[in-house]
């Protein structure tokens, strides 16, 4: 494909008139197997393609996006492009496109994913639905394979291309009362073992027998890795430069402040290979390894372009998420608090106030209550009301970072007082 | 247009049991204005054609963006491919779908003046206006004005001969201020959640007016108090709120897609499953609510579905008890009901069509009631309105919301502002705590436009509805 990105580049470059572009160009090619209630319920098939581009005269900006690509449709996104810009008003925090810059070379794709086929994703979803069937349960998740292309080029002489590839399975086997989830993402399909996951799987299940009713408190929590990813991801999200400048987050003149506990880091790195690490942003800031917060003090904070420009910053842009973990293990972790529970996901997390950075959300796939070192029994979901940064004061202990997600790696936390603050009936 | 002819024979030919095309084009522009500076100014454009073929009783689909006889020909038979790939992993017999017959109709969503067609500086003039009176006010640090119109035009055939030309379109302006005072910030937020009309409605709002109120409302938040201690009291929601604590206590919960554990894996299930169908107390004797895709200017109003089925309108609770669900055509058949009740969507054309809420409101109450009588009549309390925080169990029975802006309701009357309310509740408790509803007078819609399901995830919309409403014994407190 790149070769057909710089053919639609070249006539950009050779029919805009604006001041400026900026042209992005995004390719996927999917398959997507769905199952519920041990059957394919969706099967999705098909290429995608997306081209948007930016153009500006002096600091009036115009944006189109199409997902054509012969040369009338590539006049009319041009045309309609320039047309709203010409009549748009100056934008006074317009910043001209990049200029030309080395980005890192970087192997986002593997020959095995790029070679899974159809029967073999069915064949995936077979062994994980009769697994559920030999427990008389019901499985549901989806396999999914996708291929991505991006191909950037500007006025200013940025050119950039990158290729990715993802594949996930994930699965929620239900039964009765009992309902657990695992999932894989990896660039790597070679790295997936369903037999392990399936095993996985199966171990969740089995610890969630006999649950007990639990009534919501300030306890202490083992927050598995899936769990951890979803929680402090809305932690990320709010660490915006700007945005912290103005007031508006939690992390308000925190820069260069022990804000957070010592035992917690978080980066974005090129180190780890099972990751993806995309080579640059999609406003084309070139990707750096970079430590956001270090043993508790926060080094930077994701910095967009405008504002960079303004404050003598360096713009800087998360590219991956890892959270460095350390050598504790469940086992151990269970023993170095009275009594606390285990968390296996997170669900529906949402802001409940911005400014102080607090989130609200509920526990899934399976909760469990340990005491005196042991797992006691399964619990029922719990709503929490708590704020990231503080809990990571909070931090007892760390379990190994694992791959949660394509691009995240973290680890298992045993956090101190976790603010439960409700229950529901199942 | 041929395509349409040329998928339904190549489907027919390979030997489908029933399949569709849907040939979609979906043009949205959008404009971001972050204080004074237009931070994003412009016109997406996405079209082409799914093609789902049902053989065996299981589904395939493939999507393609390359207009051509051919292309089109092998789209079907990827669909083709799929479906048999689908149909070896299926339960019993498959699915089978609720009969259904063909229709040969149009619907264009009435619009007086088409957003499209307004020149951009009218546009941008009006949001640079607001925004310029938002940020007069001392105190406010941050003002956001995001404005989305958006179109779908569709072209469906099935091979039970269907034909539909659809073309639908929404229009959604959100407005937003953000004090910042003494180490807290807070917002206030115009959002109607969006409608199916046009350019006339944003005349019709006053949107400047609309700035002053919301900035003013920004800067009495940032000072006002919290609620302190969580206890059970009475809460009146306002429309605005109510929407979206309808949409995910009452709207997702009777997603026959979630009932039947299709959503297991990633959305979610539903505690309201089939055997309570006609008697489960879902909510008090005054609780009514209707799925109603036939709503003027509602967002899920379409003429028809993305199966081929006409919108209709329903009880789904009908005085309190659990009536039926929203349904579709593959969805329908697996708890015996006779046919669909119209229900399924796809966002873009590359997306393989799901079950979603269709518009969904509670009925206004039936005896003459103001929102001034109903405060007065309520000795202690909390008066919620706008939208905030929001989160709901992946069964969908214990919620917690916030909301936008918040007076503590003390013998009948405001008696102060108050930021930072959160109540928690769970079903069947709340809808069962419903007391009182203001009548049609002050029932008014509520659009959601970024209803987020599915796997792959899709955005759908609906409209609810509701006049302002009150339960009581309800947790409610302040947060951390």
Redesign the interface.
């Known amino acids: 494909m790149k070769t057909k990105f710089e053919k639609i580049a070249q006539y950009i470059k050779k029919h805009v008139k604006a001041d400026d572009y900026n042209l992005r160009i995004s390719a996927r090619n999917?398959h997507?197997?769905?199952?519920?209630?041990?059957?394919?319920?969706?099967?999705?098939?098909?290429?995608?393609?997306?081209i948007d581009l930016v153009v500006a005269f002096e600091n009036k900006?115009?944006?189109?996006?199409?997902?054509?690509t012969d040369e009338q449709a590539l006049a009319h996104l041009i045309k309609?492009a320039e047309e709203?810009?010409i009549?748009?008003?100056p934008?006074?925090?317009?910043v001209t496109s990049a200029q030309a810059q080395k980005y890192p070379e970087l192997k986002n794709t593997s020959e095995a994913t790029l070679n899974l086929i159809?029967?073999q994703m069915?064949d995936i979803?077979?062994k994980s639905?009769a697994n559920g069937e030999s427990k008389d349960a019901?499985v549901?998740?989806?396999t999914?394979k996708h291929i991505i292309e991006v191909y950037n080029s500007t006025k200013n002489g940025f050119e950039g291309y990158y290729e990715l590839s993802e594949f996930g399975h994930?699965?929620?086997l239900?039964k009765d009362h009992i309902?657990t989830?695992v999932s894989f993402s990896s660039k790597d399909f070679a790295v997936f073992n369903l037999d392990k996951t399936i095993s996985d799987l199966n171990e969740q299940y089995a610890s969630l027998s006999d649950p007990q009713p639990f009534t919501a408190e300030k306890i202490p929590v083992i927050i598995r890795p899936a769990a951890l990813m979803e929680f402090y991801w809305f932690m990320v999200w709010m660490m915006n430069r700007r945005q912290s400048d103005?007031?508006?987050t939690p992390f308000t003149d925190q820069i260069g402040k022990k804000f957070m506990g010592e035992k917690f880091s978080l980066l974005s790195t090129f180190s780890i290979p099972d990751m993806i690490a995309v080579p640059y942003s999609w406003d084309n800031v070139v990707s750096e390894e970079t430590y956001w917060i270090k043993n508790g003090v926060v080094e930077t904070m994701p910095t967009p372009r405008y504002w960079a420009i303004l404050k003598n910053l360096k713009p800087a842009s998360p590219f991956n998420v890892y959270i460095p973990g350390g050598k504790t293990s469940e086992e151990e972790m269970m023993k170095m608090v009275p009594r606390g529970l285990i968390v296996n996901r997170f669900?529906?997390?949402?802001?409940?106030?911005?400014?102080?950075g607090?989130l609200?959300?509920?526990t899934?796939d399976g909760v469990l209550y340990f005491e005196d070192g042991k797992v006691k029994h399964a619990v029922n979901?719990l709503?929490f009301?708590e704020?990231p940064h503080d809990t990571t004061k909070r931090i007892l202990a760390l379990g190994e970072s694992i791959l949660c997600d394509s691009s995240v790696k973290a680890p298992t936390l045993l956090v101190d007082g976790f603010?439960f603050?409700?229950?529901?009936?199942? | 247009m041929k395509y349409l002819d040329i998928a339904m024979n190549a489907a027919q030919s390979l030997g489908a049991d029933y399949a569709d095309i849907r040939i979609q084009k979906s043009t949205t522009e959008t404009i971001y204005l972050h204080n004074l500076s237009l931070k994003n100014t412009s016109t997406d454009t996405m079209e082409g054609y799914g093609i789902r073929v049902f053989k065996d009783g299981a589904w395939g689909f493939a999507h393609s963006n390359i207009f051509d006889p051919d292309q089109v020909q092998a789209t079907a038979k990827r669909a083709m491919d799929i479906a048999l790939l689908s149909a070896k992993v299926k339960k019993g017999a498959g699915l089978i779908l609720a009969p259904e017959r063909s229709y040969i109709a149009h619907y264009k969503t009435p619009v007086k003046c088409d957003p499209f067609h307004i020149p951009l500086k009218e546009k941008v003039d009006v949001m640079l206006e607001v925004n310029r009176m938002m940020m007069n006010y001392e105190g406010i640090r941050q003002a956001v004005f995001y404005l989305l119109i958006h179109k779908d035009e569709k072209l469906f055939a099935s091979t039970l001969g269907t034909r539909l030309d659809i073309t639908t379109q929404f229009i959604n302006p959100m407005i937003s201020a953000t004090a910042v005072l003494e180490g807290d910030s807070q917002s206030r937020t115009f959002d109607e959640g969006g409608r199916a009309t046009g350019w006339e409605w944003i005349r019709e709002l006053d949107l400047t007016e609309k700035a002053k109120q919301i900035a003013e409302e920004a800067i009495i938040k940032v000072k006002a108090e919290t609620l302190g201690e969580e206890k059970r009291r009475s809460l009146i929601l306002d429309p605005g709120h109510l929407g979206l604590t309808m949409h995910e206590s009452v709207g997702h919960a009777t997603e026959l897609d979630r009932v039947l554990g299709w959503e297991a894996d990633y959305a979610g299930i539903s505690f309201a499953t089939p055997e309570k169908l006609g008697n489960y107390k879902y909510g008090s004797d005054i609780v009514n609510f209707v799925g109603d895709n036939t709503l003027c200017e509602g967002l899920a109003t379409a003429g028809f579905d993305d199966d081929g089925v006409p919108n209709q309108k329903w009880y789904i609770i009908k005085d309190g008890v659990l009536n039926e669900y929203g349904s579709t055509r593959d969805t329908a058949m697996q708890i015996g009901l006779t046919h669909s009740r119209g229900c399924s969507r796809a966002t873009s054309y590359y997306n393989q069509p799901i079950n979603r809420i269709p518009n969904l409101y509670l009925l206004p109450g039936k005896q003459e009631l103001t929102p001034g009588q109903l405060i007065a009549d309520t000795e202690d309390g909390v008066y919620i309105q706008g939208r905030g925080s929001f989160s709901i169990d992946q069964h969908r029975v214990n919620f917690q919301f916030g909301g936008d802006f918040f007076w503590e309701i003390k013998n009948g009357k405001l008696h102060r502002p108050l930021k930072k309310v959160l109540y928690k509740s769970c079903n069947p408790e709340f809808w069962n705590s419903c007391d009182a509803i203001c009548d049609e007078r002050f029932w008014r819609p509520f659009g959601v436009v970024n209803c987020g399901k599915g796997q792959p995830n899709q955005t759908g919309r609906m409209t609810h509805g509701a006049a302002p409403t009150r339960f009581r014994n309800i947790r409610v407190g302040g947060s951390q």
């Not at chain 1, 669900?347 to 102080?356: A, C, G, H, S």
Request: net charge negative.
């Open positions: 999917s997507e197997t769905r199952f519920a209630q041990n059957a394919i319920t969706q099967h999705i098939a098909g290429e995608n393609i997306s900006t115009g944006n189109c996006s199409i997902n054509q309609s709203l810009a009549v748009n008003q934008d006074p925090e317009y159809p029967q069915v979803v077979k639905i019901l549901s998740g989806m999914e994930s699965m929620t239900k309902e989830k103005e007031g508006l669900w529906y997390i949402r802001p409940v106030d911005m400014k102080v607090e609200t959300g509920m899934r979901n709503r009301n704020i603010n603050v409700d229950s529901t009936s199942f």
